[in-house]
């Protein structure tokens, strides 16, 4: 029985259905109802008197004998797809039941399925009928044992069958078994790669595997880099001031010393900056404005500067200190403590304690730290008749890096025992109190590093820090503008430039900060503008 006879509407009337239930209808209509019954039916053809609704092709079907059959030229098959099965199953290629018992022809799953490439579009229903080639099936037991080579074979005999199939020569299922055959498809390979489930935790194993040399570089290359002085801030080059006009002067140098004498470090700066643009060579220079920076309260361009003048002449002793007390301001301890070991190389009197076995670079922090104390400790051993203070002193950094304050606070008392005239000492002295929660101890220490040198500009702004951690907020402004002030001494020596400012961000900041907790918010736009000279209005400054 044709089923689009049975289903499909005739151009000009209705189906043979549609027929069959008019008939009824008209029938019925003859006779009187003489029961409910009767009314029932009555209501039921009434209801079909329309055009029936679009039938369920699934259901359809499933509901017809299995043994109907789909005539292939010469032969026949017994076999009709399964819609409810393949329409709702994915598709797996290769040695698979789903596809391999009916390798030789596509399914309709096949066709409509997205991720099979040898089907762009689906191909047409009837060109399995239409052919003349005959079929063959493999069985479902011998699906499992196939390999890639008979799948190839297979599709080598059905290609060679149907080359003289007009109907079948171009059609899109031809292709795809050309390229079986041809062995550009491998569906042994895929197989294999579909039935292979891997949990969460078993690919991320692989995958840490196979990658494992890789993200180990990666990993190295991006924990070396935040350990490098870019990442933190220090250039590679000296960043000079712009408009010097002591570039001008052949005695920048001797007037620089002169201004360091009188505590004009921000002009000492820029004497030392111009003695170093026309020596570039003069390791004194590089030396003297990088020592010079550090008390500027300029870390970064203190260390660019001490790394050049160390180049240049190795023997100067007291830059590998100055360097590894910068390095420590700017928490980067490892590169201390090589400045620290540096120095033992570089002394006369030490150089022989230091292995040559040892490598620092291969060492991490805690490592390096624990070699270089030890020592230092040894070099202390060596002369316990006398003190050291620059060994004193590299102690202090060591323990004050390490957090051991009380032991850093010993070494520095030590070193000024023989070194009271060092405002650098007491600086240091002051700041590892305060680090220890001895805020009143460490402003007398700061007292004493300003009376040595009033210009000292780190420490007047360690001083406004304790005066901050002490609660007395004013005190900490006065100080804060105080080093200011002196910064911006230097401007004198930039007339034609207004807008040179060689002042420390650093201090603003903390200025601003004050500012806040003492509840001056107008005061603290004045901060952000840097207008200064309404800050010393304020704050009642000459």
């Given amino acids: 029985m044709s089923l689009n006879k049975l289903v499909g509407g005739d151009c000009g009337g209705n189906n043979s259905l549609v027929q069959l239930s008019n008939i009824v209808r008209r029938d019925a209509s003859q006779s009187q109802p003489h029961s409910q019954a009767d009314r029932f039916v009555n209501e039921f053809m009434a209801q079909n008197a ?67 490439q040898y089907y762009p579009q689906a191909p047409p229903p009837m060109v399995m009928s239409q052919s003349n080639v005959p079929m063959q099936y493999v069985n479902e037991t011998d699906a499992g044992t196939m390999t890639s080579d008979d799948v190839r074979g297979k599709a080598q005999e059905y290609v060679n069958a149907a080359k ?42 692989e995958m840490a595997e196979k990658y494992k040399e890789e993200w180990g570089k990666l990993s190295a290359e991006q924990s ?29 140098l001797e007037i620089g010393k002169e201004k360091l004498k009188m505590g004009d470090i921000p002009g000492a700066v820029l004497c030392f900056e111009a003695a170093a643009q026309q020596q570039p060579d003069s390791a004194e220079a590089w030396f003297l404005l990088g020592t010079t920076q550090a008390e500027n309260e300029q870390d970064p361009l203190a260390i660019t500067a001490l790394k050049k003048s160390l180049k240049m002449n190795p023997t100067q ?62 070099a202390v051993q060596l002369n316990m008749d006398q003190i050291d203070p620059d060994v004193q002193n590299a102690l202090g950094v060591i323990f004050n890096s ?12 030590t070193a000024l025992m023989v070194a009271s005239d060092n405002a650098k000492l007491w600086n240091r002295l002051g700041a590892t109190l305060a680090n220890s929660d001895k805020s009143e101890q460490a402003v007398d220490a700061y007292h004493q ?44 020596m930039f007339p034609e430039s207004s807008s040179t400012d060689t002042s420390s961000s650093t201090i603003w900041t903390t200025l601003r900060m004050v500012c806040s907790f003492m509840g001056e918010h107008d005061v603290a736009k004045l901060v952000d503008e840097r207008n200064l000279t309404e800050l010393n209005k304020f704050f009642e400054f000459e």
């Fill in 402 to 413: 390490c957090q051991e304050y009380d032991k850093a606070v010993d070494c520095f008392q």
């Fill in 224 to 252: 070396n880099y935040w350990e490098t002085e870019a990442a933190n801030g220090i250039p590679k080059e000296y960043l000079f001031t712009e408009g010097n006009v002591m570039l001008e002067n052949k005695s920048a």
């Fill in 449 to 492: 590093a300003l009376n040595l040198e009033p210009g000292f500009i780190r420490a007047r702004y360690n001083v406004g820090i304790t005066c901050m951690n002490l609660g007395a907020h004013r005190q900490a402004a006065e100080h804060f503008l105080v080093a200011l002030n002196q910064q911006y001494k230097a401007k004198s």
């Fill in 50 to 116: 329309q055009i029936p609704q679009t039938f369920n092709m699934n259901a359809l079907l499933n509901n017809l004998p299995k043994d109907n059959v789909m005539k292939s030229g010469a032969s026949t098959s017994s076999y009709v797809p399964d819609m409810s099965t393949h329409m709702n199953r994915s598709w797996n290629a290769g040695p698979s039941s789903s596809y391999m018992s009916h390798a030789m022809m596509p399914n309709f799953h096949m066709m409509q399925q997205p991720m099979a």
């Fill in 164 to 205: 003289d199939d007009d109907d079948m020569a171009y059609s899109q299922f031809m292709s795809f078994m050309k390229k079986i055959s041809a062995g550009e498809l491998n569906l042994g390979e895929a197989t294999e790669k579909e039935e292979r489930k891997l949990s969460n935790a078993e690919l991320l194993d």
């Fill in 317 to 378: 002793l007291e830059g590998y200190i100055t360097l590894a007390a910068a390095y420590t301001n700017e928490n980067m301890t490892k590169y201390a403590y090589s400045s620290l070991l540096d120095w033992l190389r570089a002394s006369p009197k030490y150089f022989d304690i230091v292995p040559n076995d040892v490598s620092a670079n291969k060492l991490d922090v805690k490592e390096l730290e624990a070699h270089v104390k030890s020592l230092y400790l040894k």
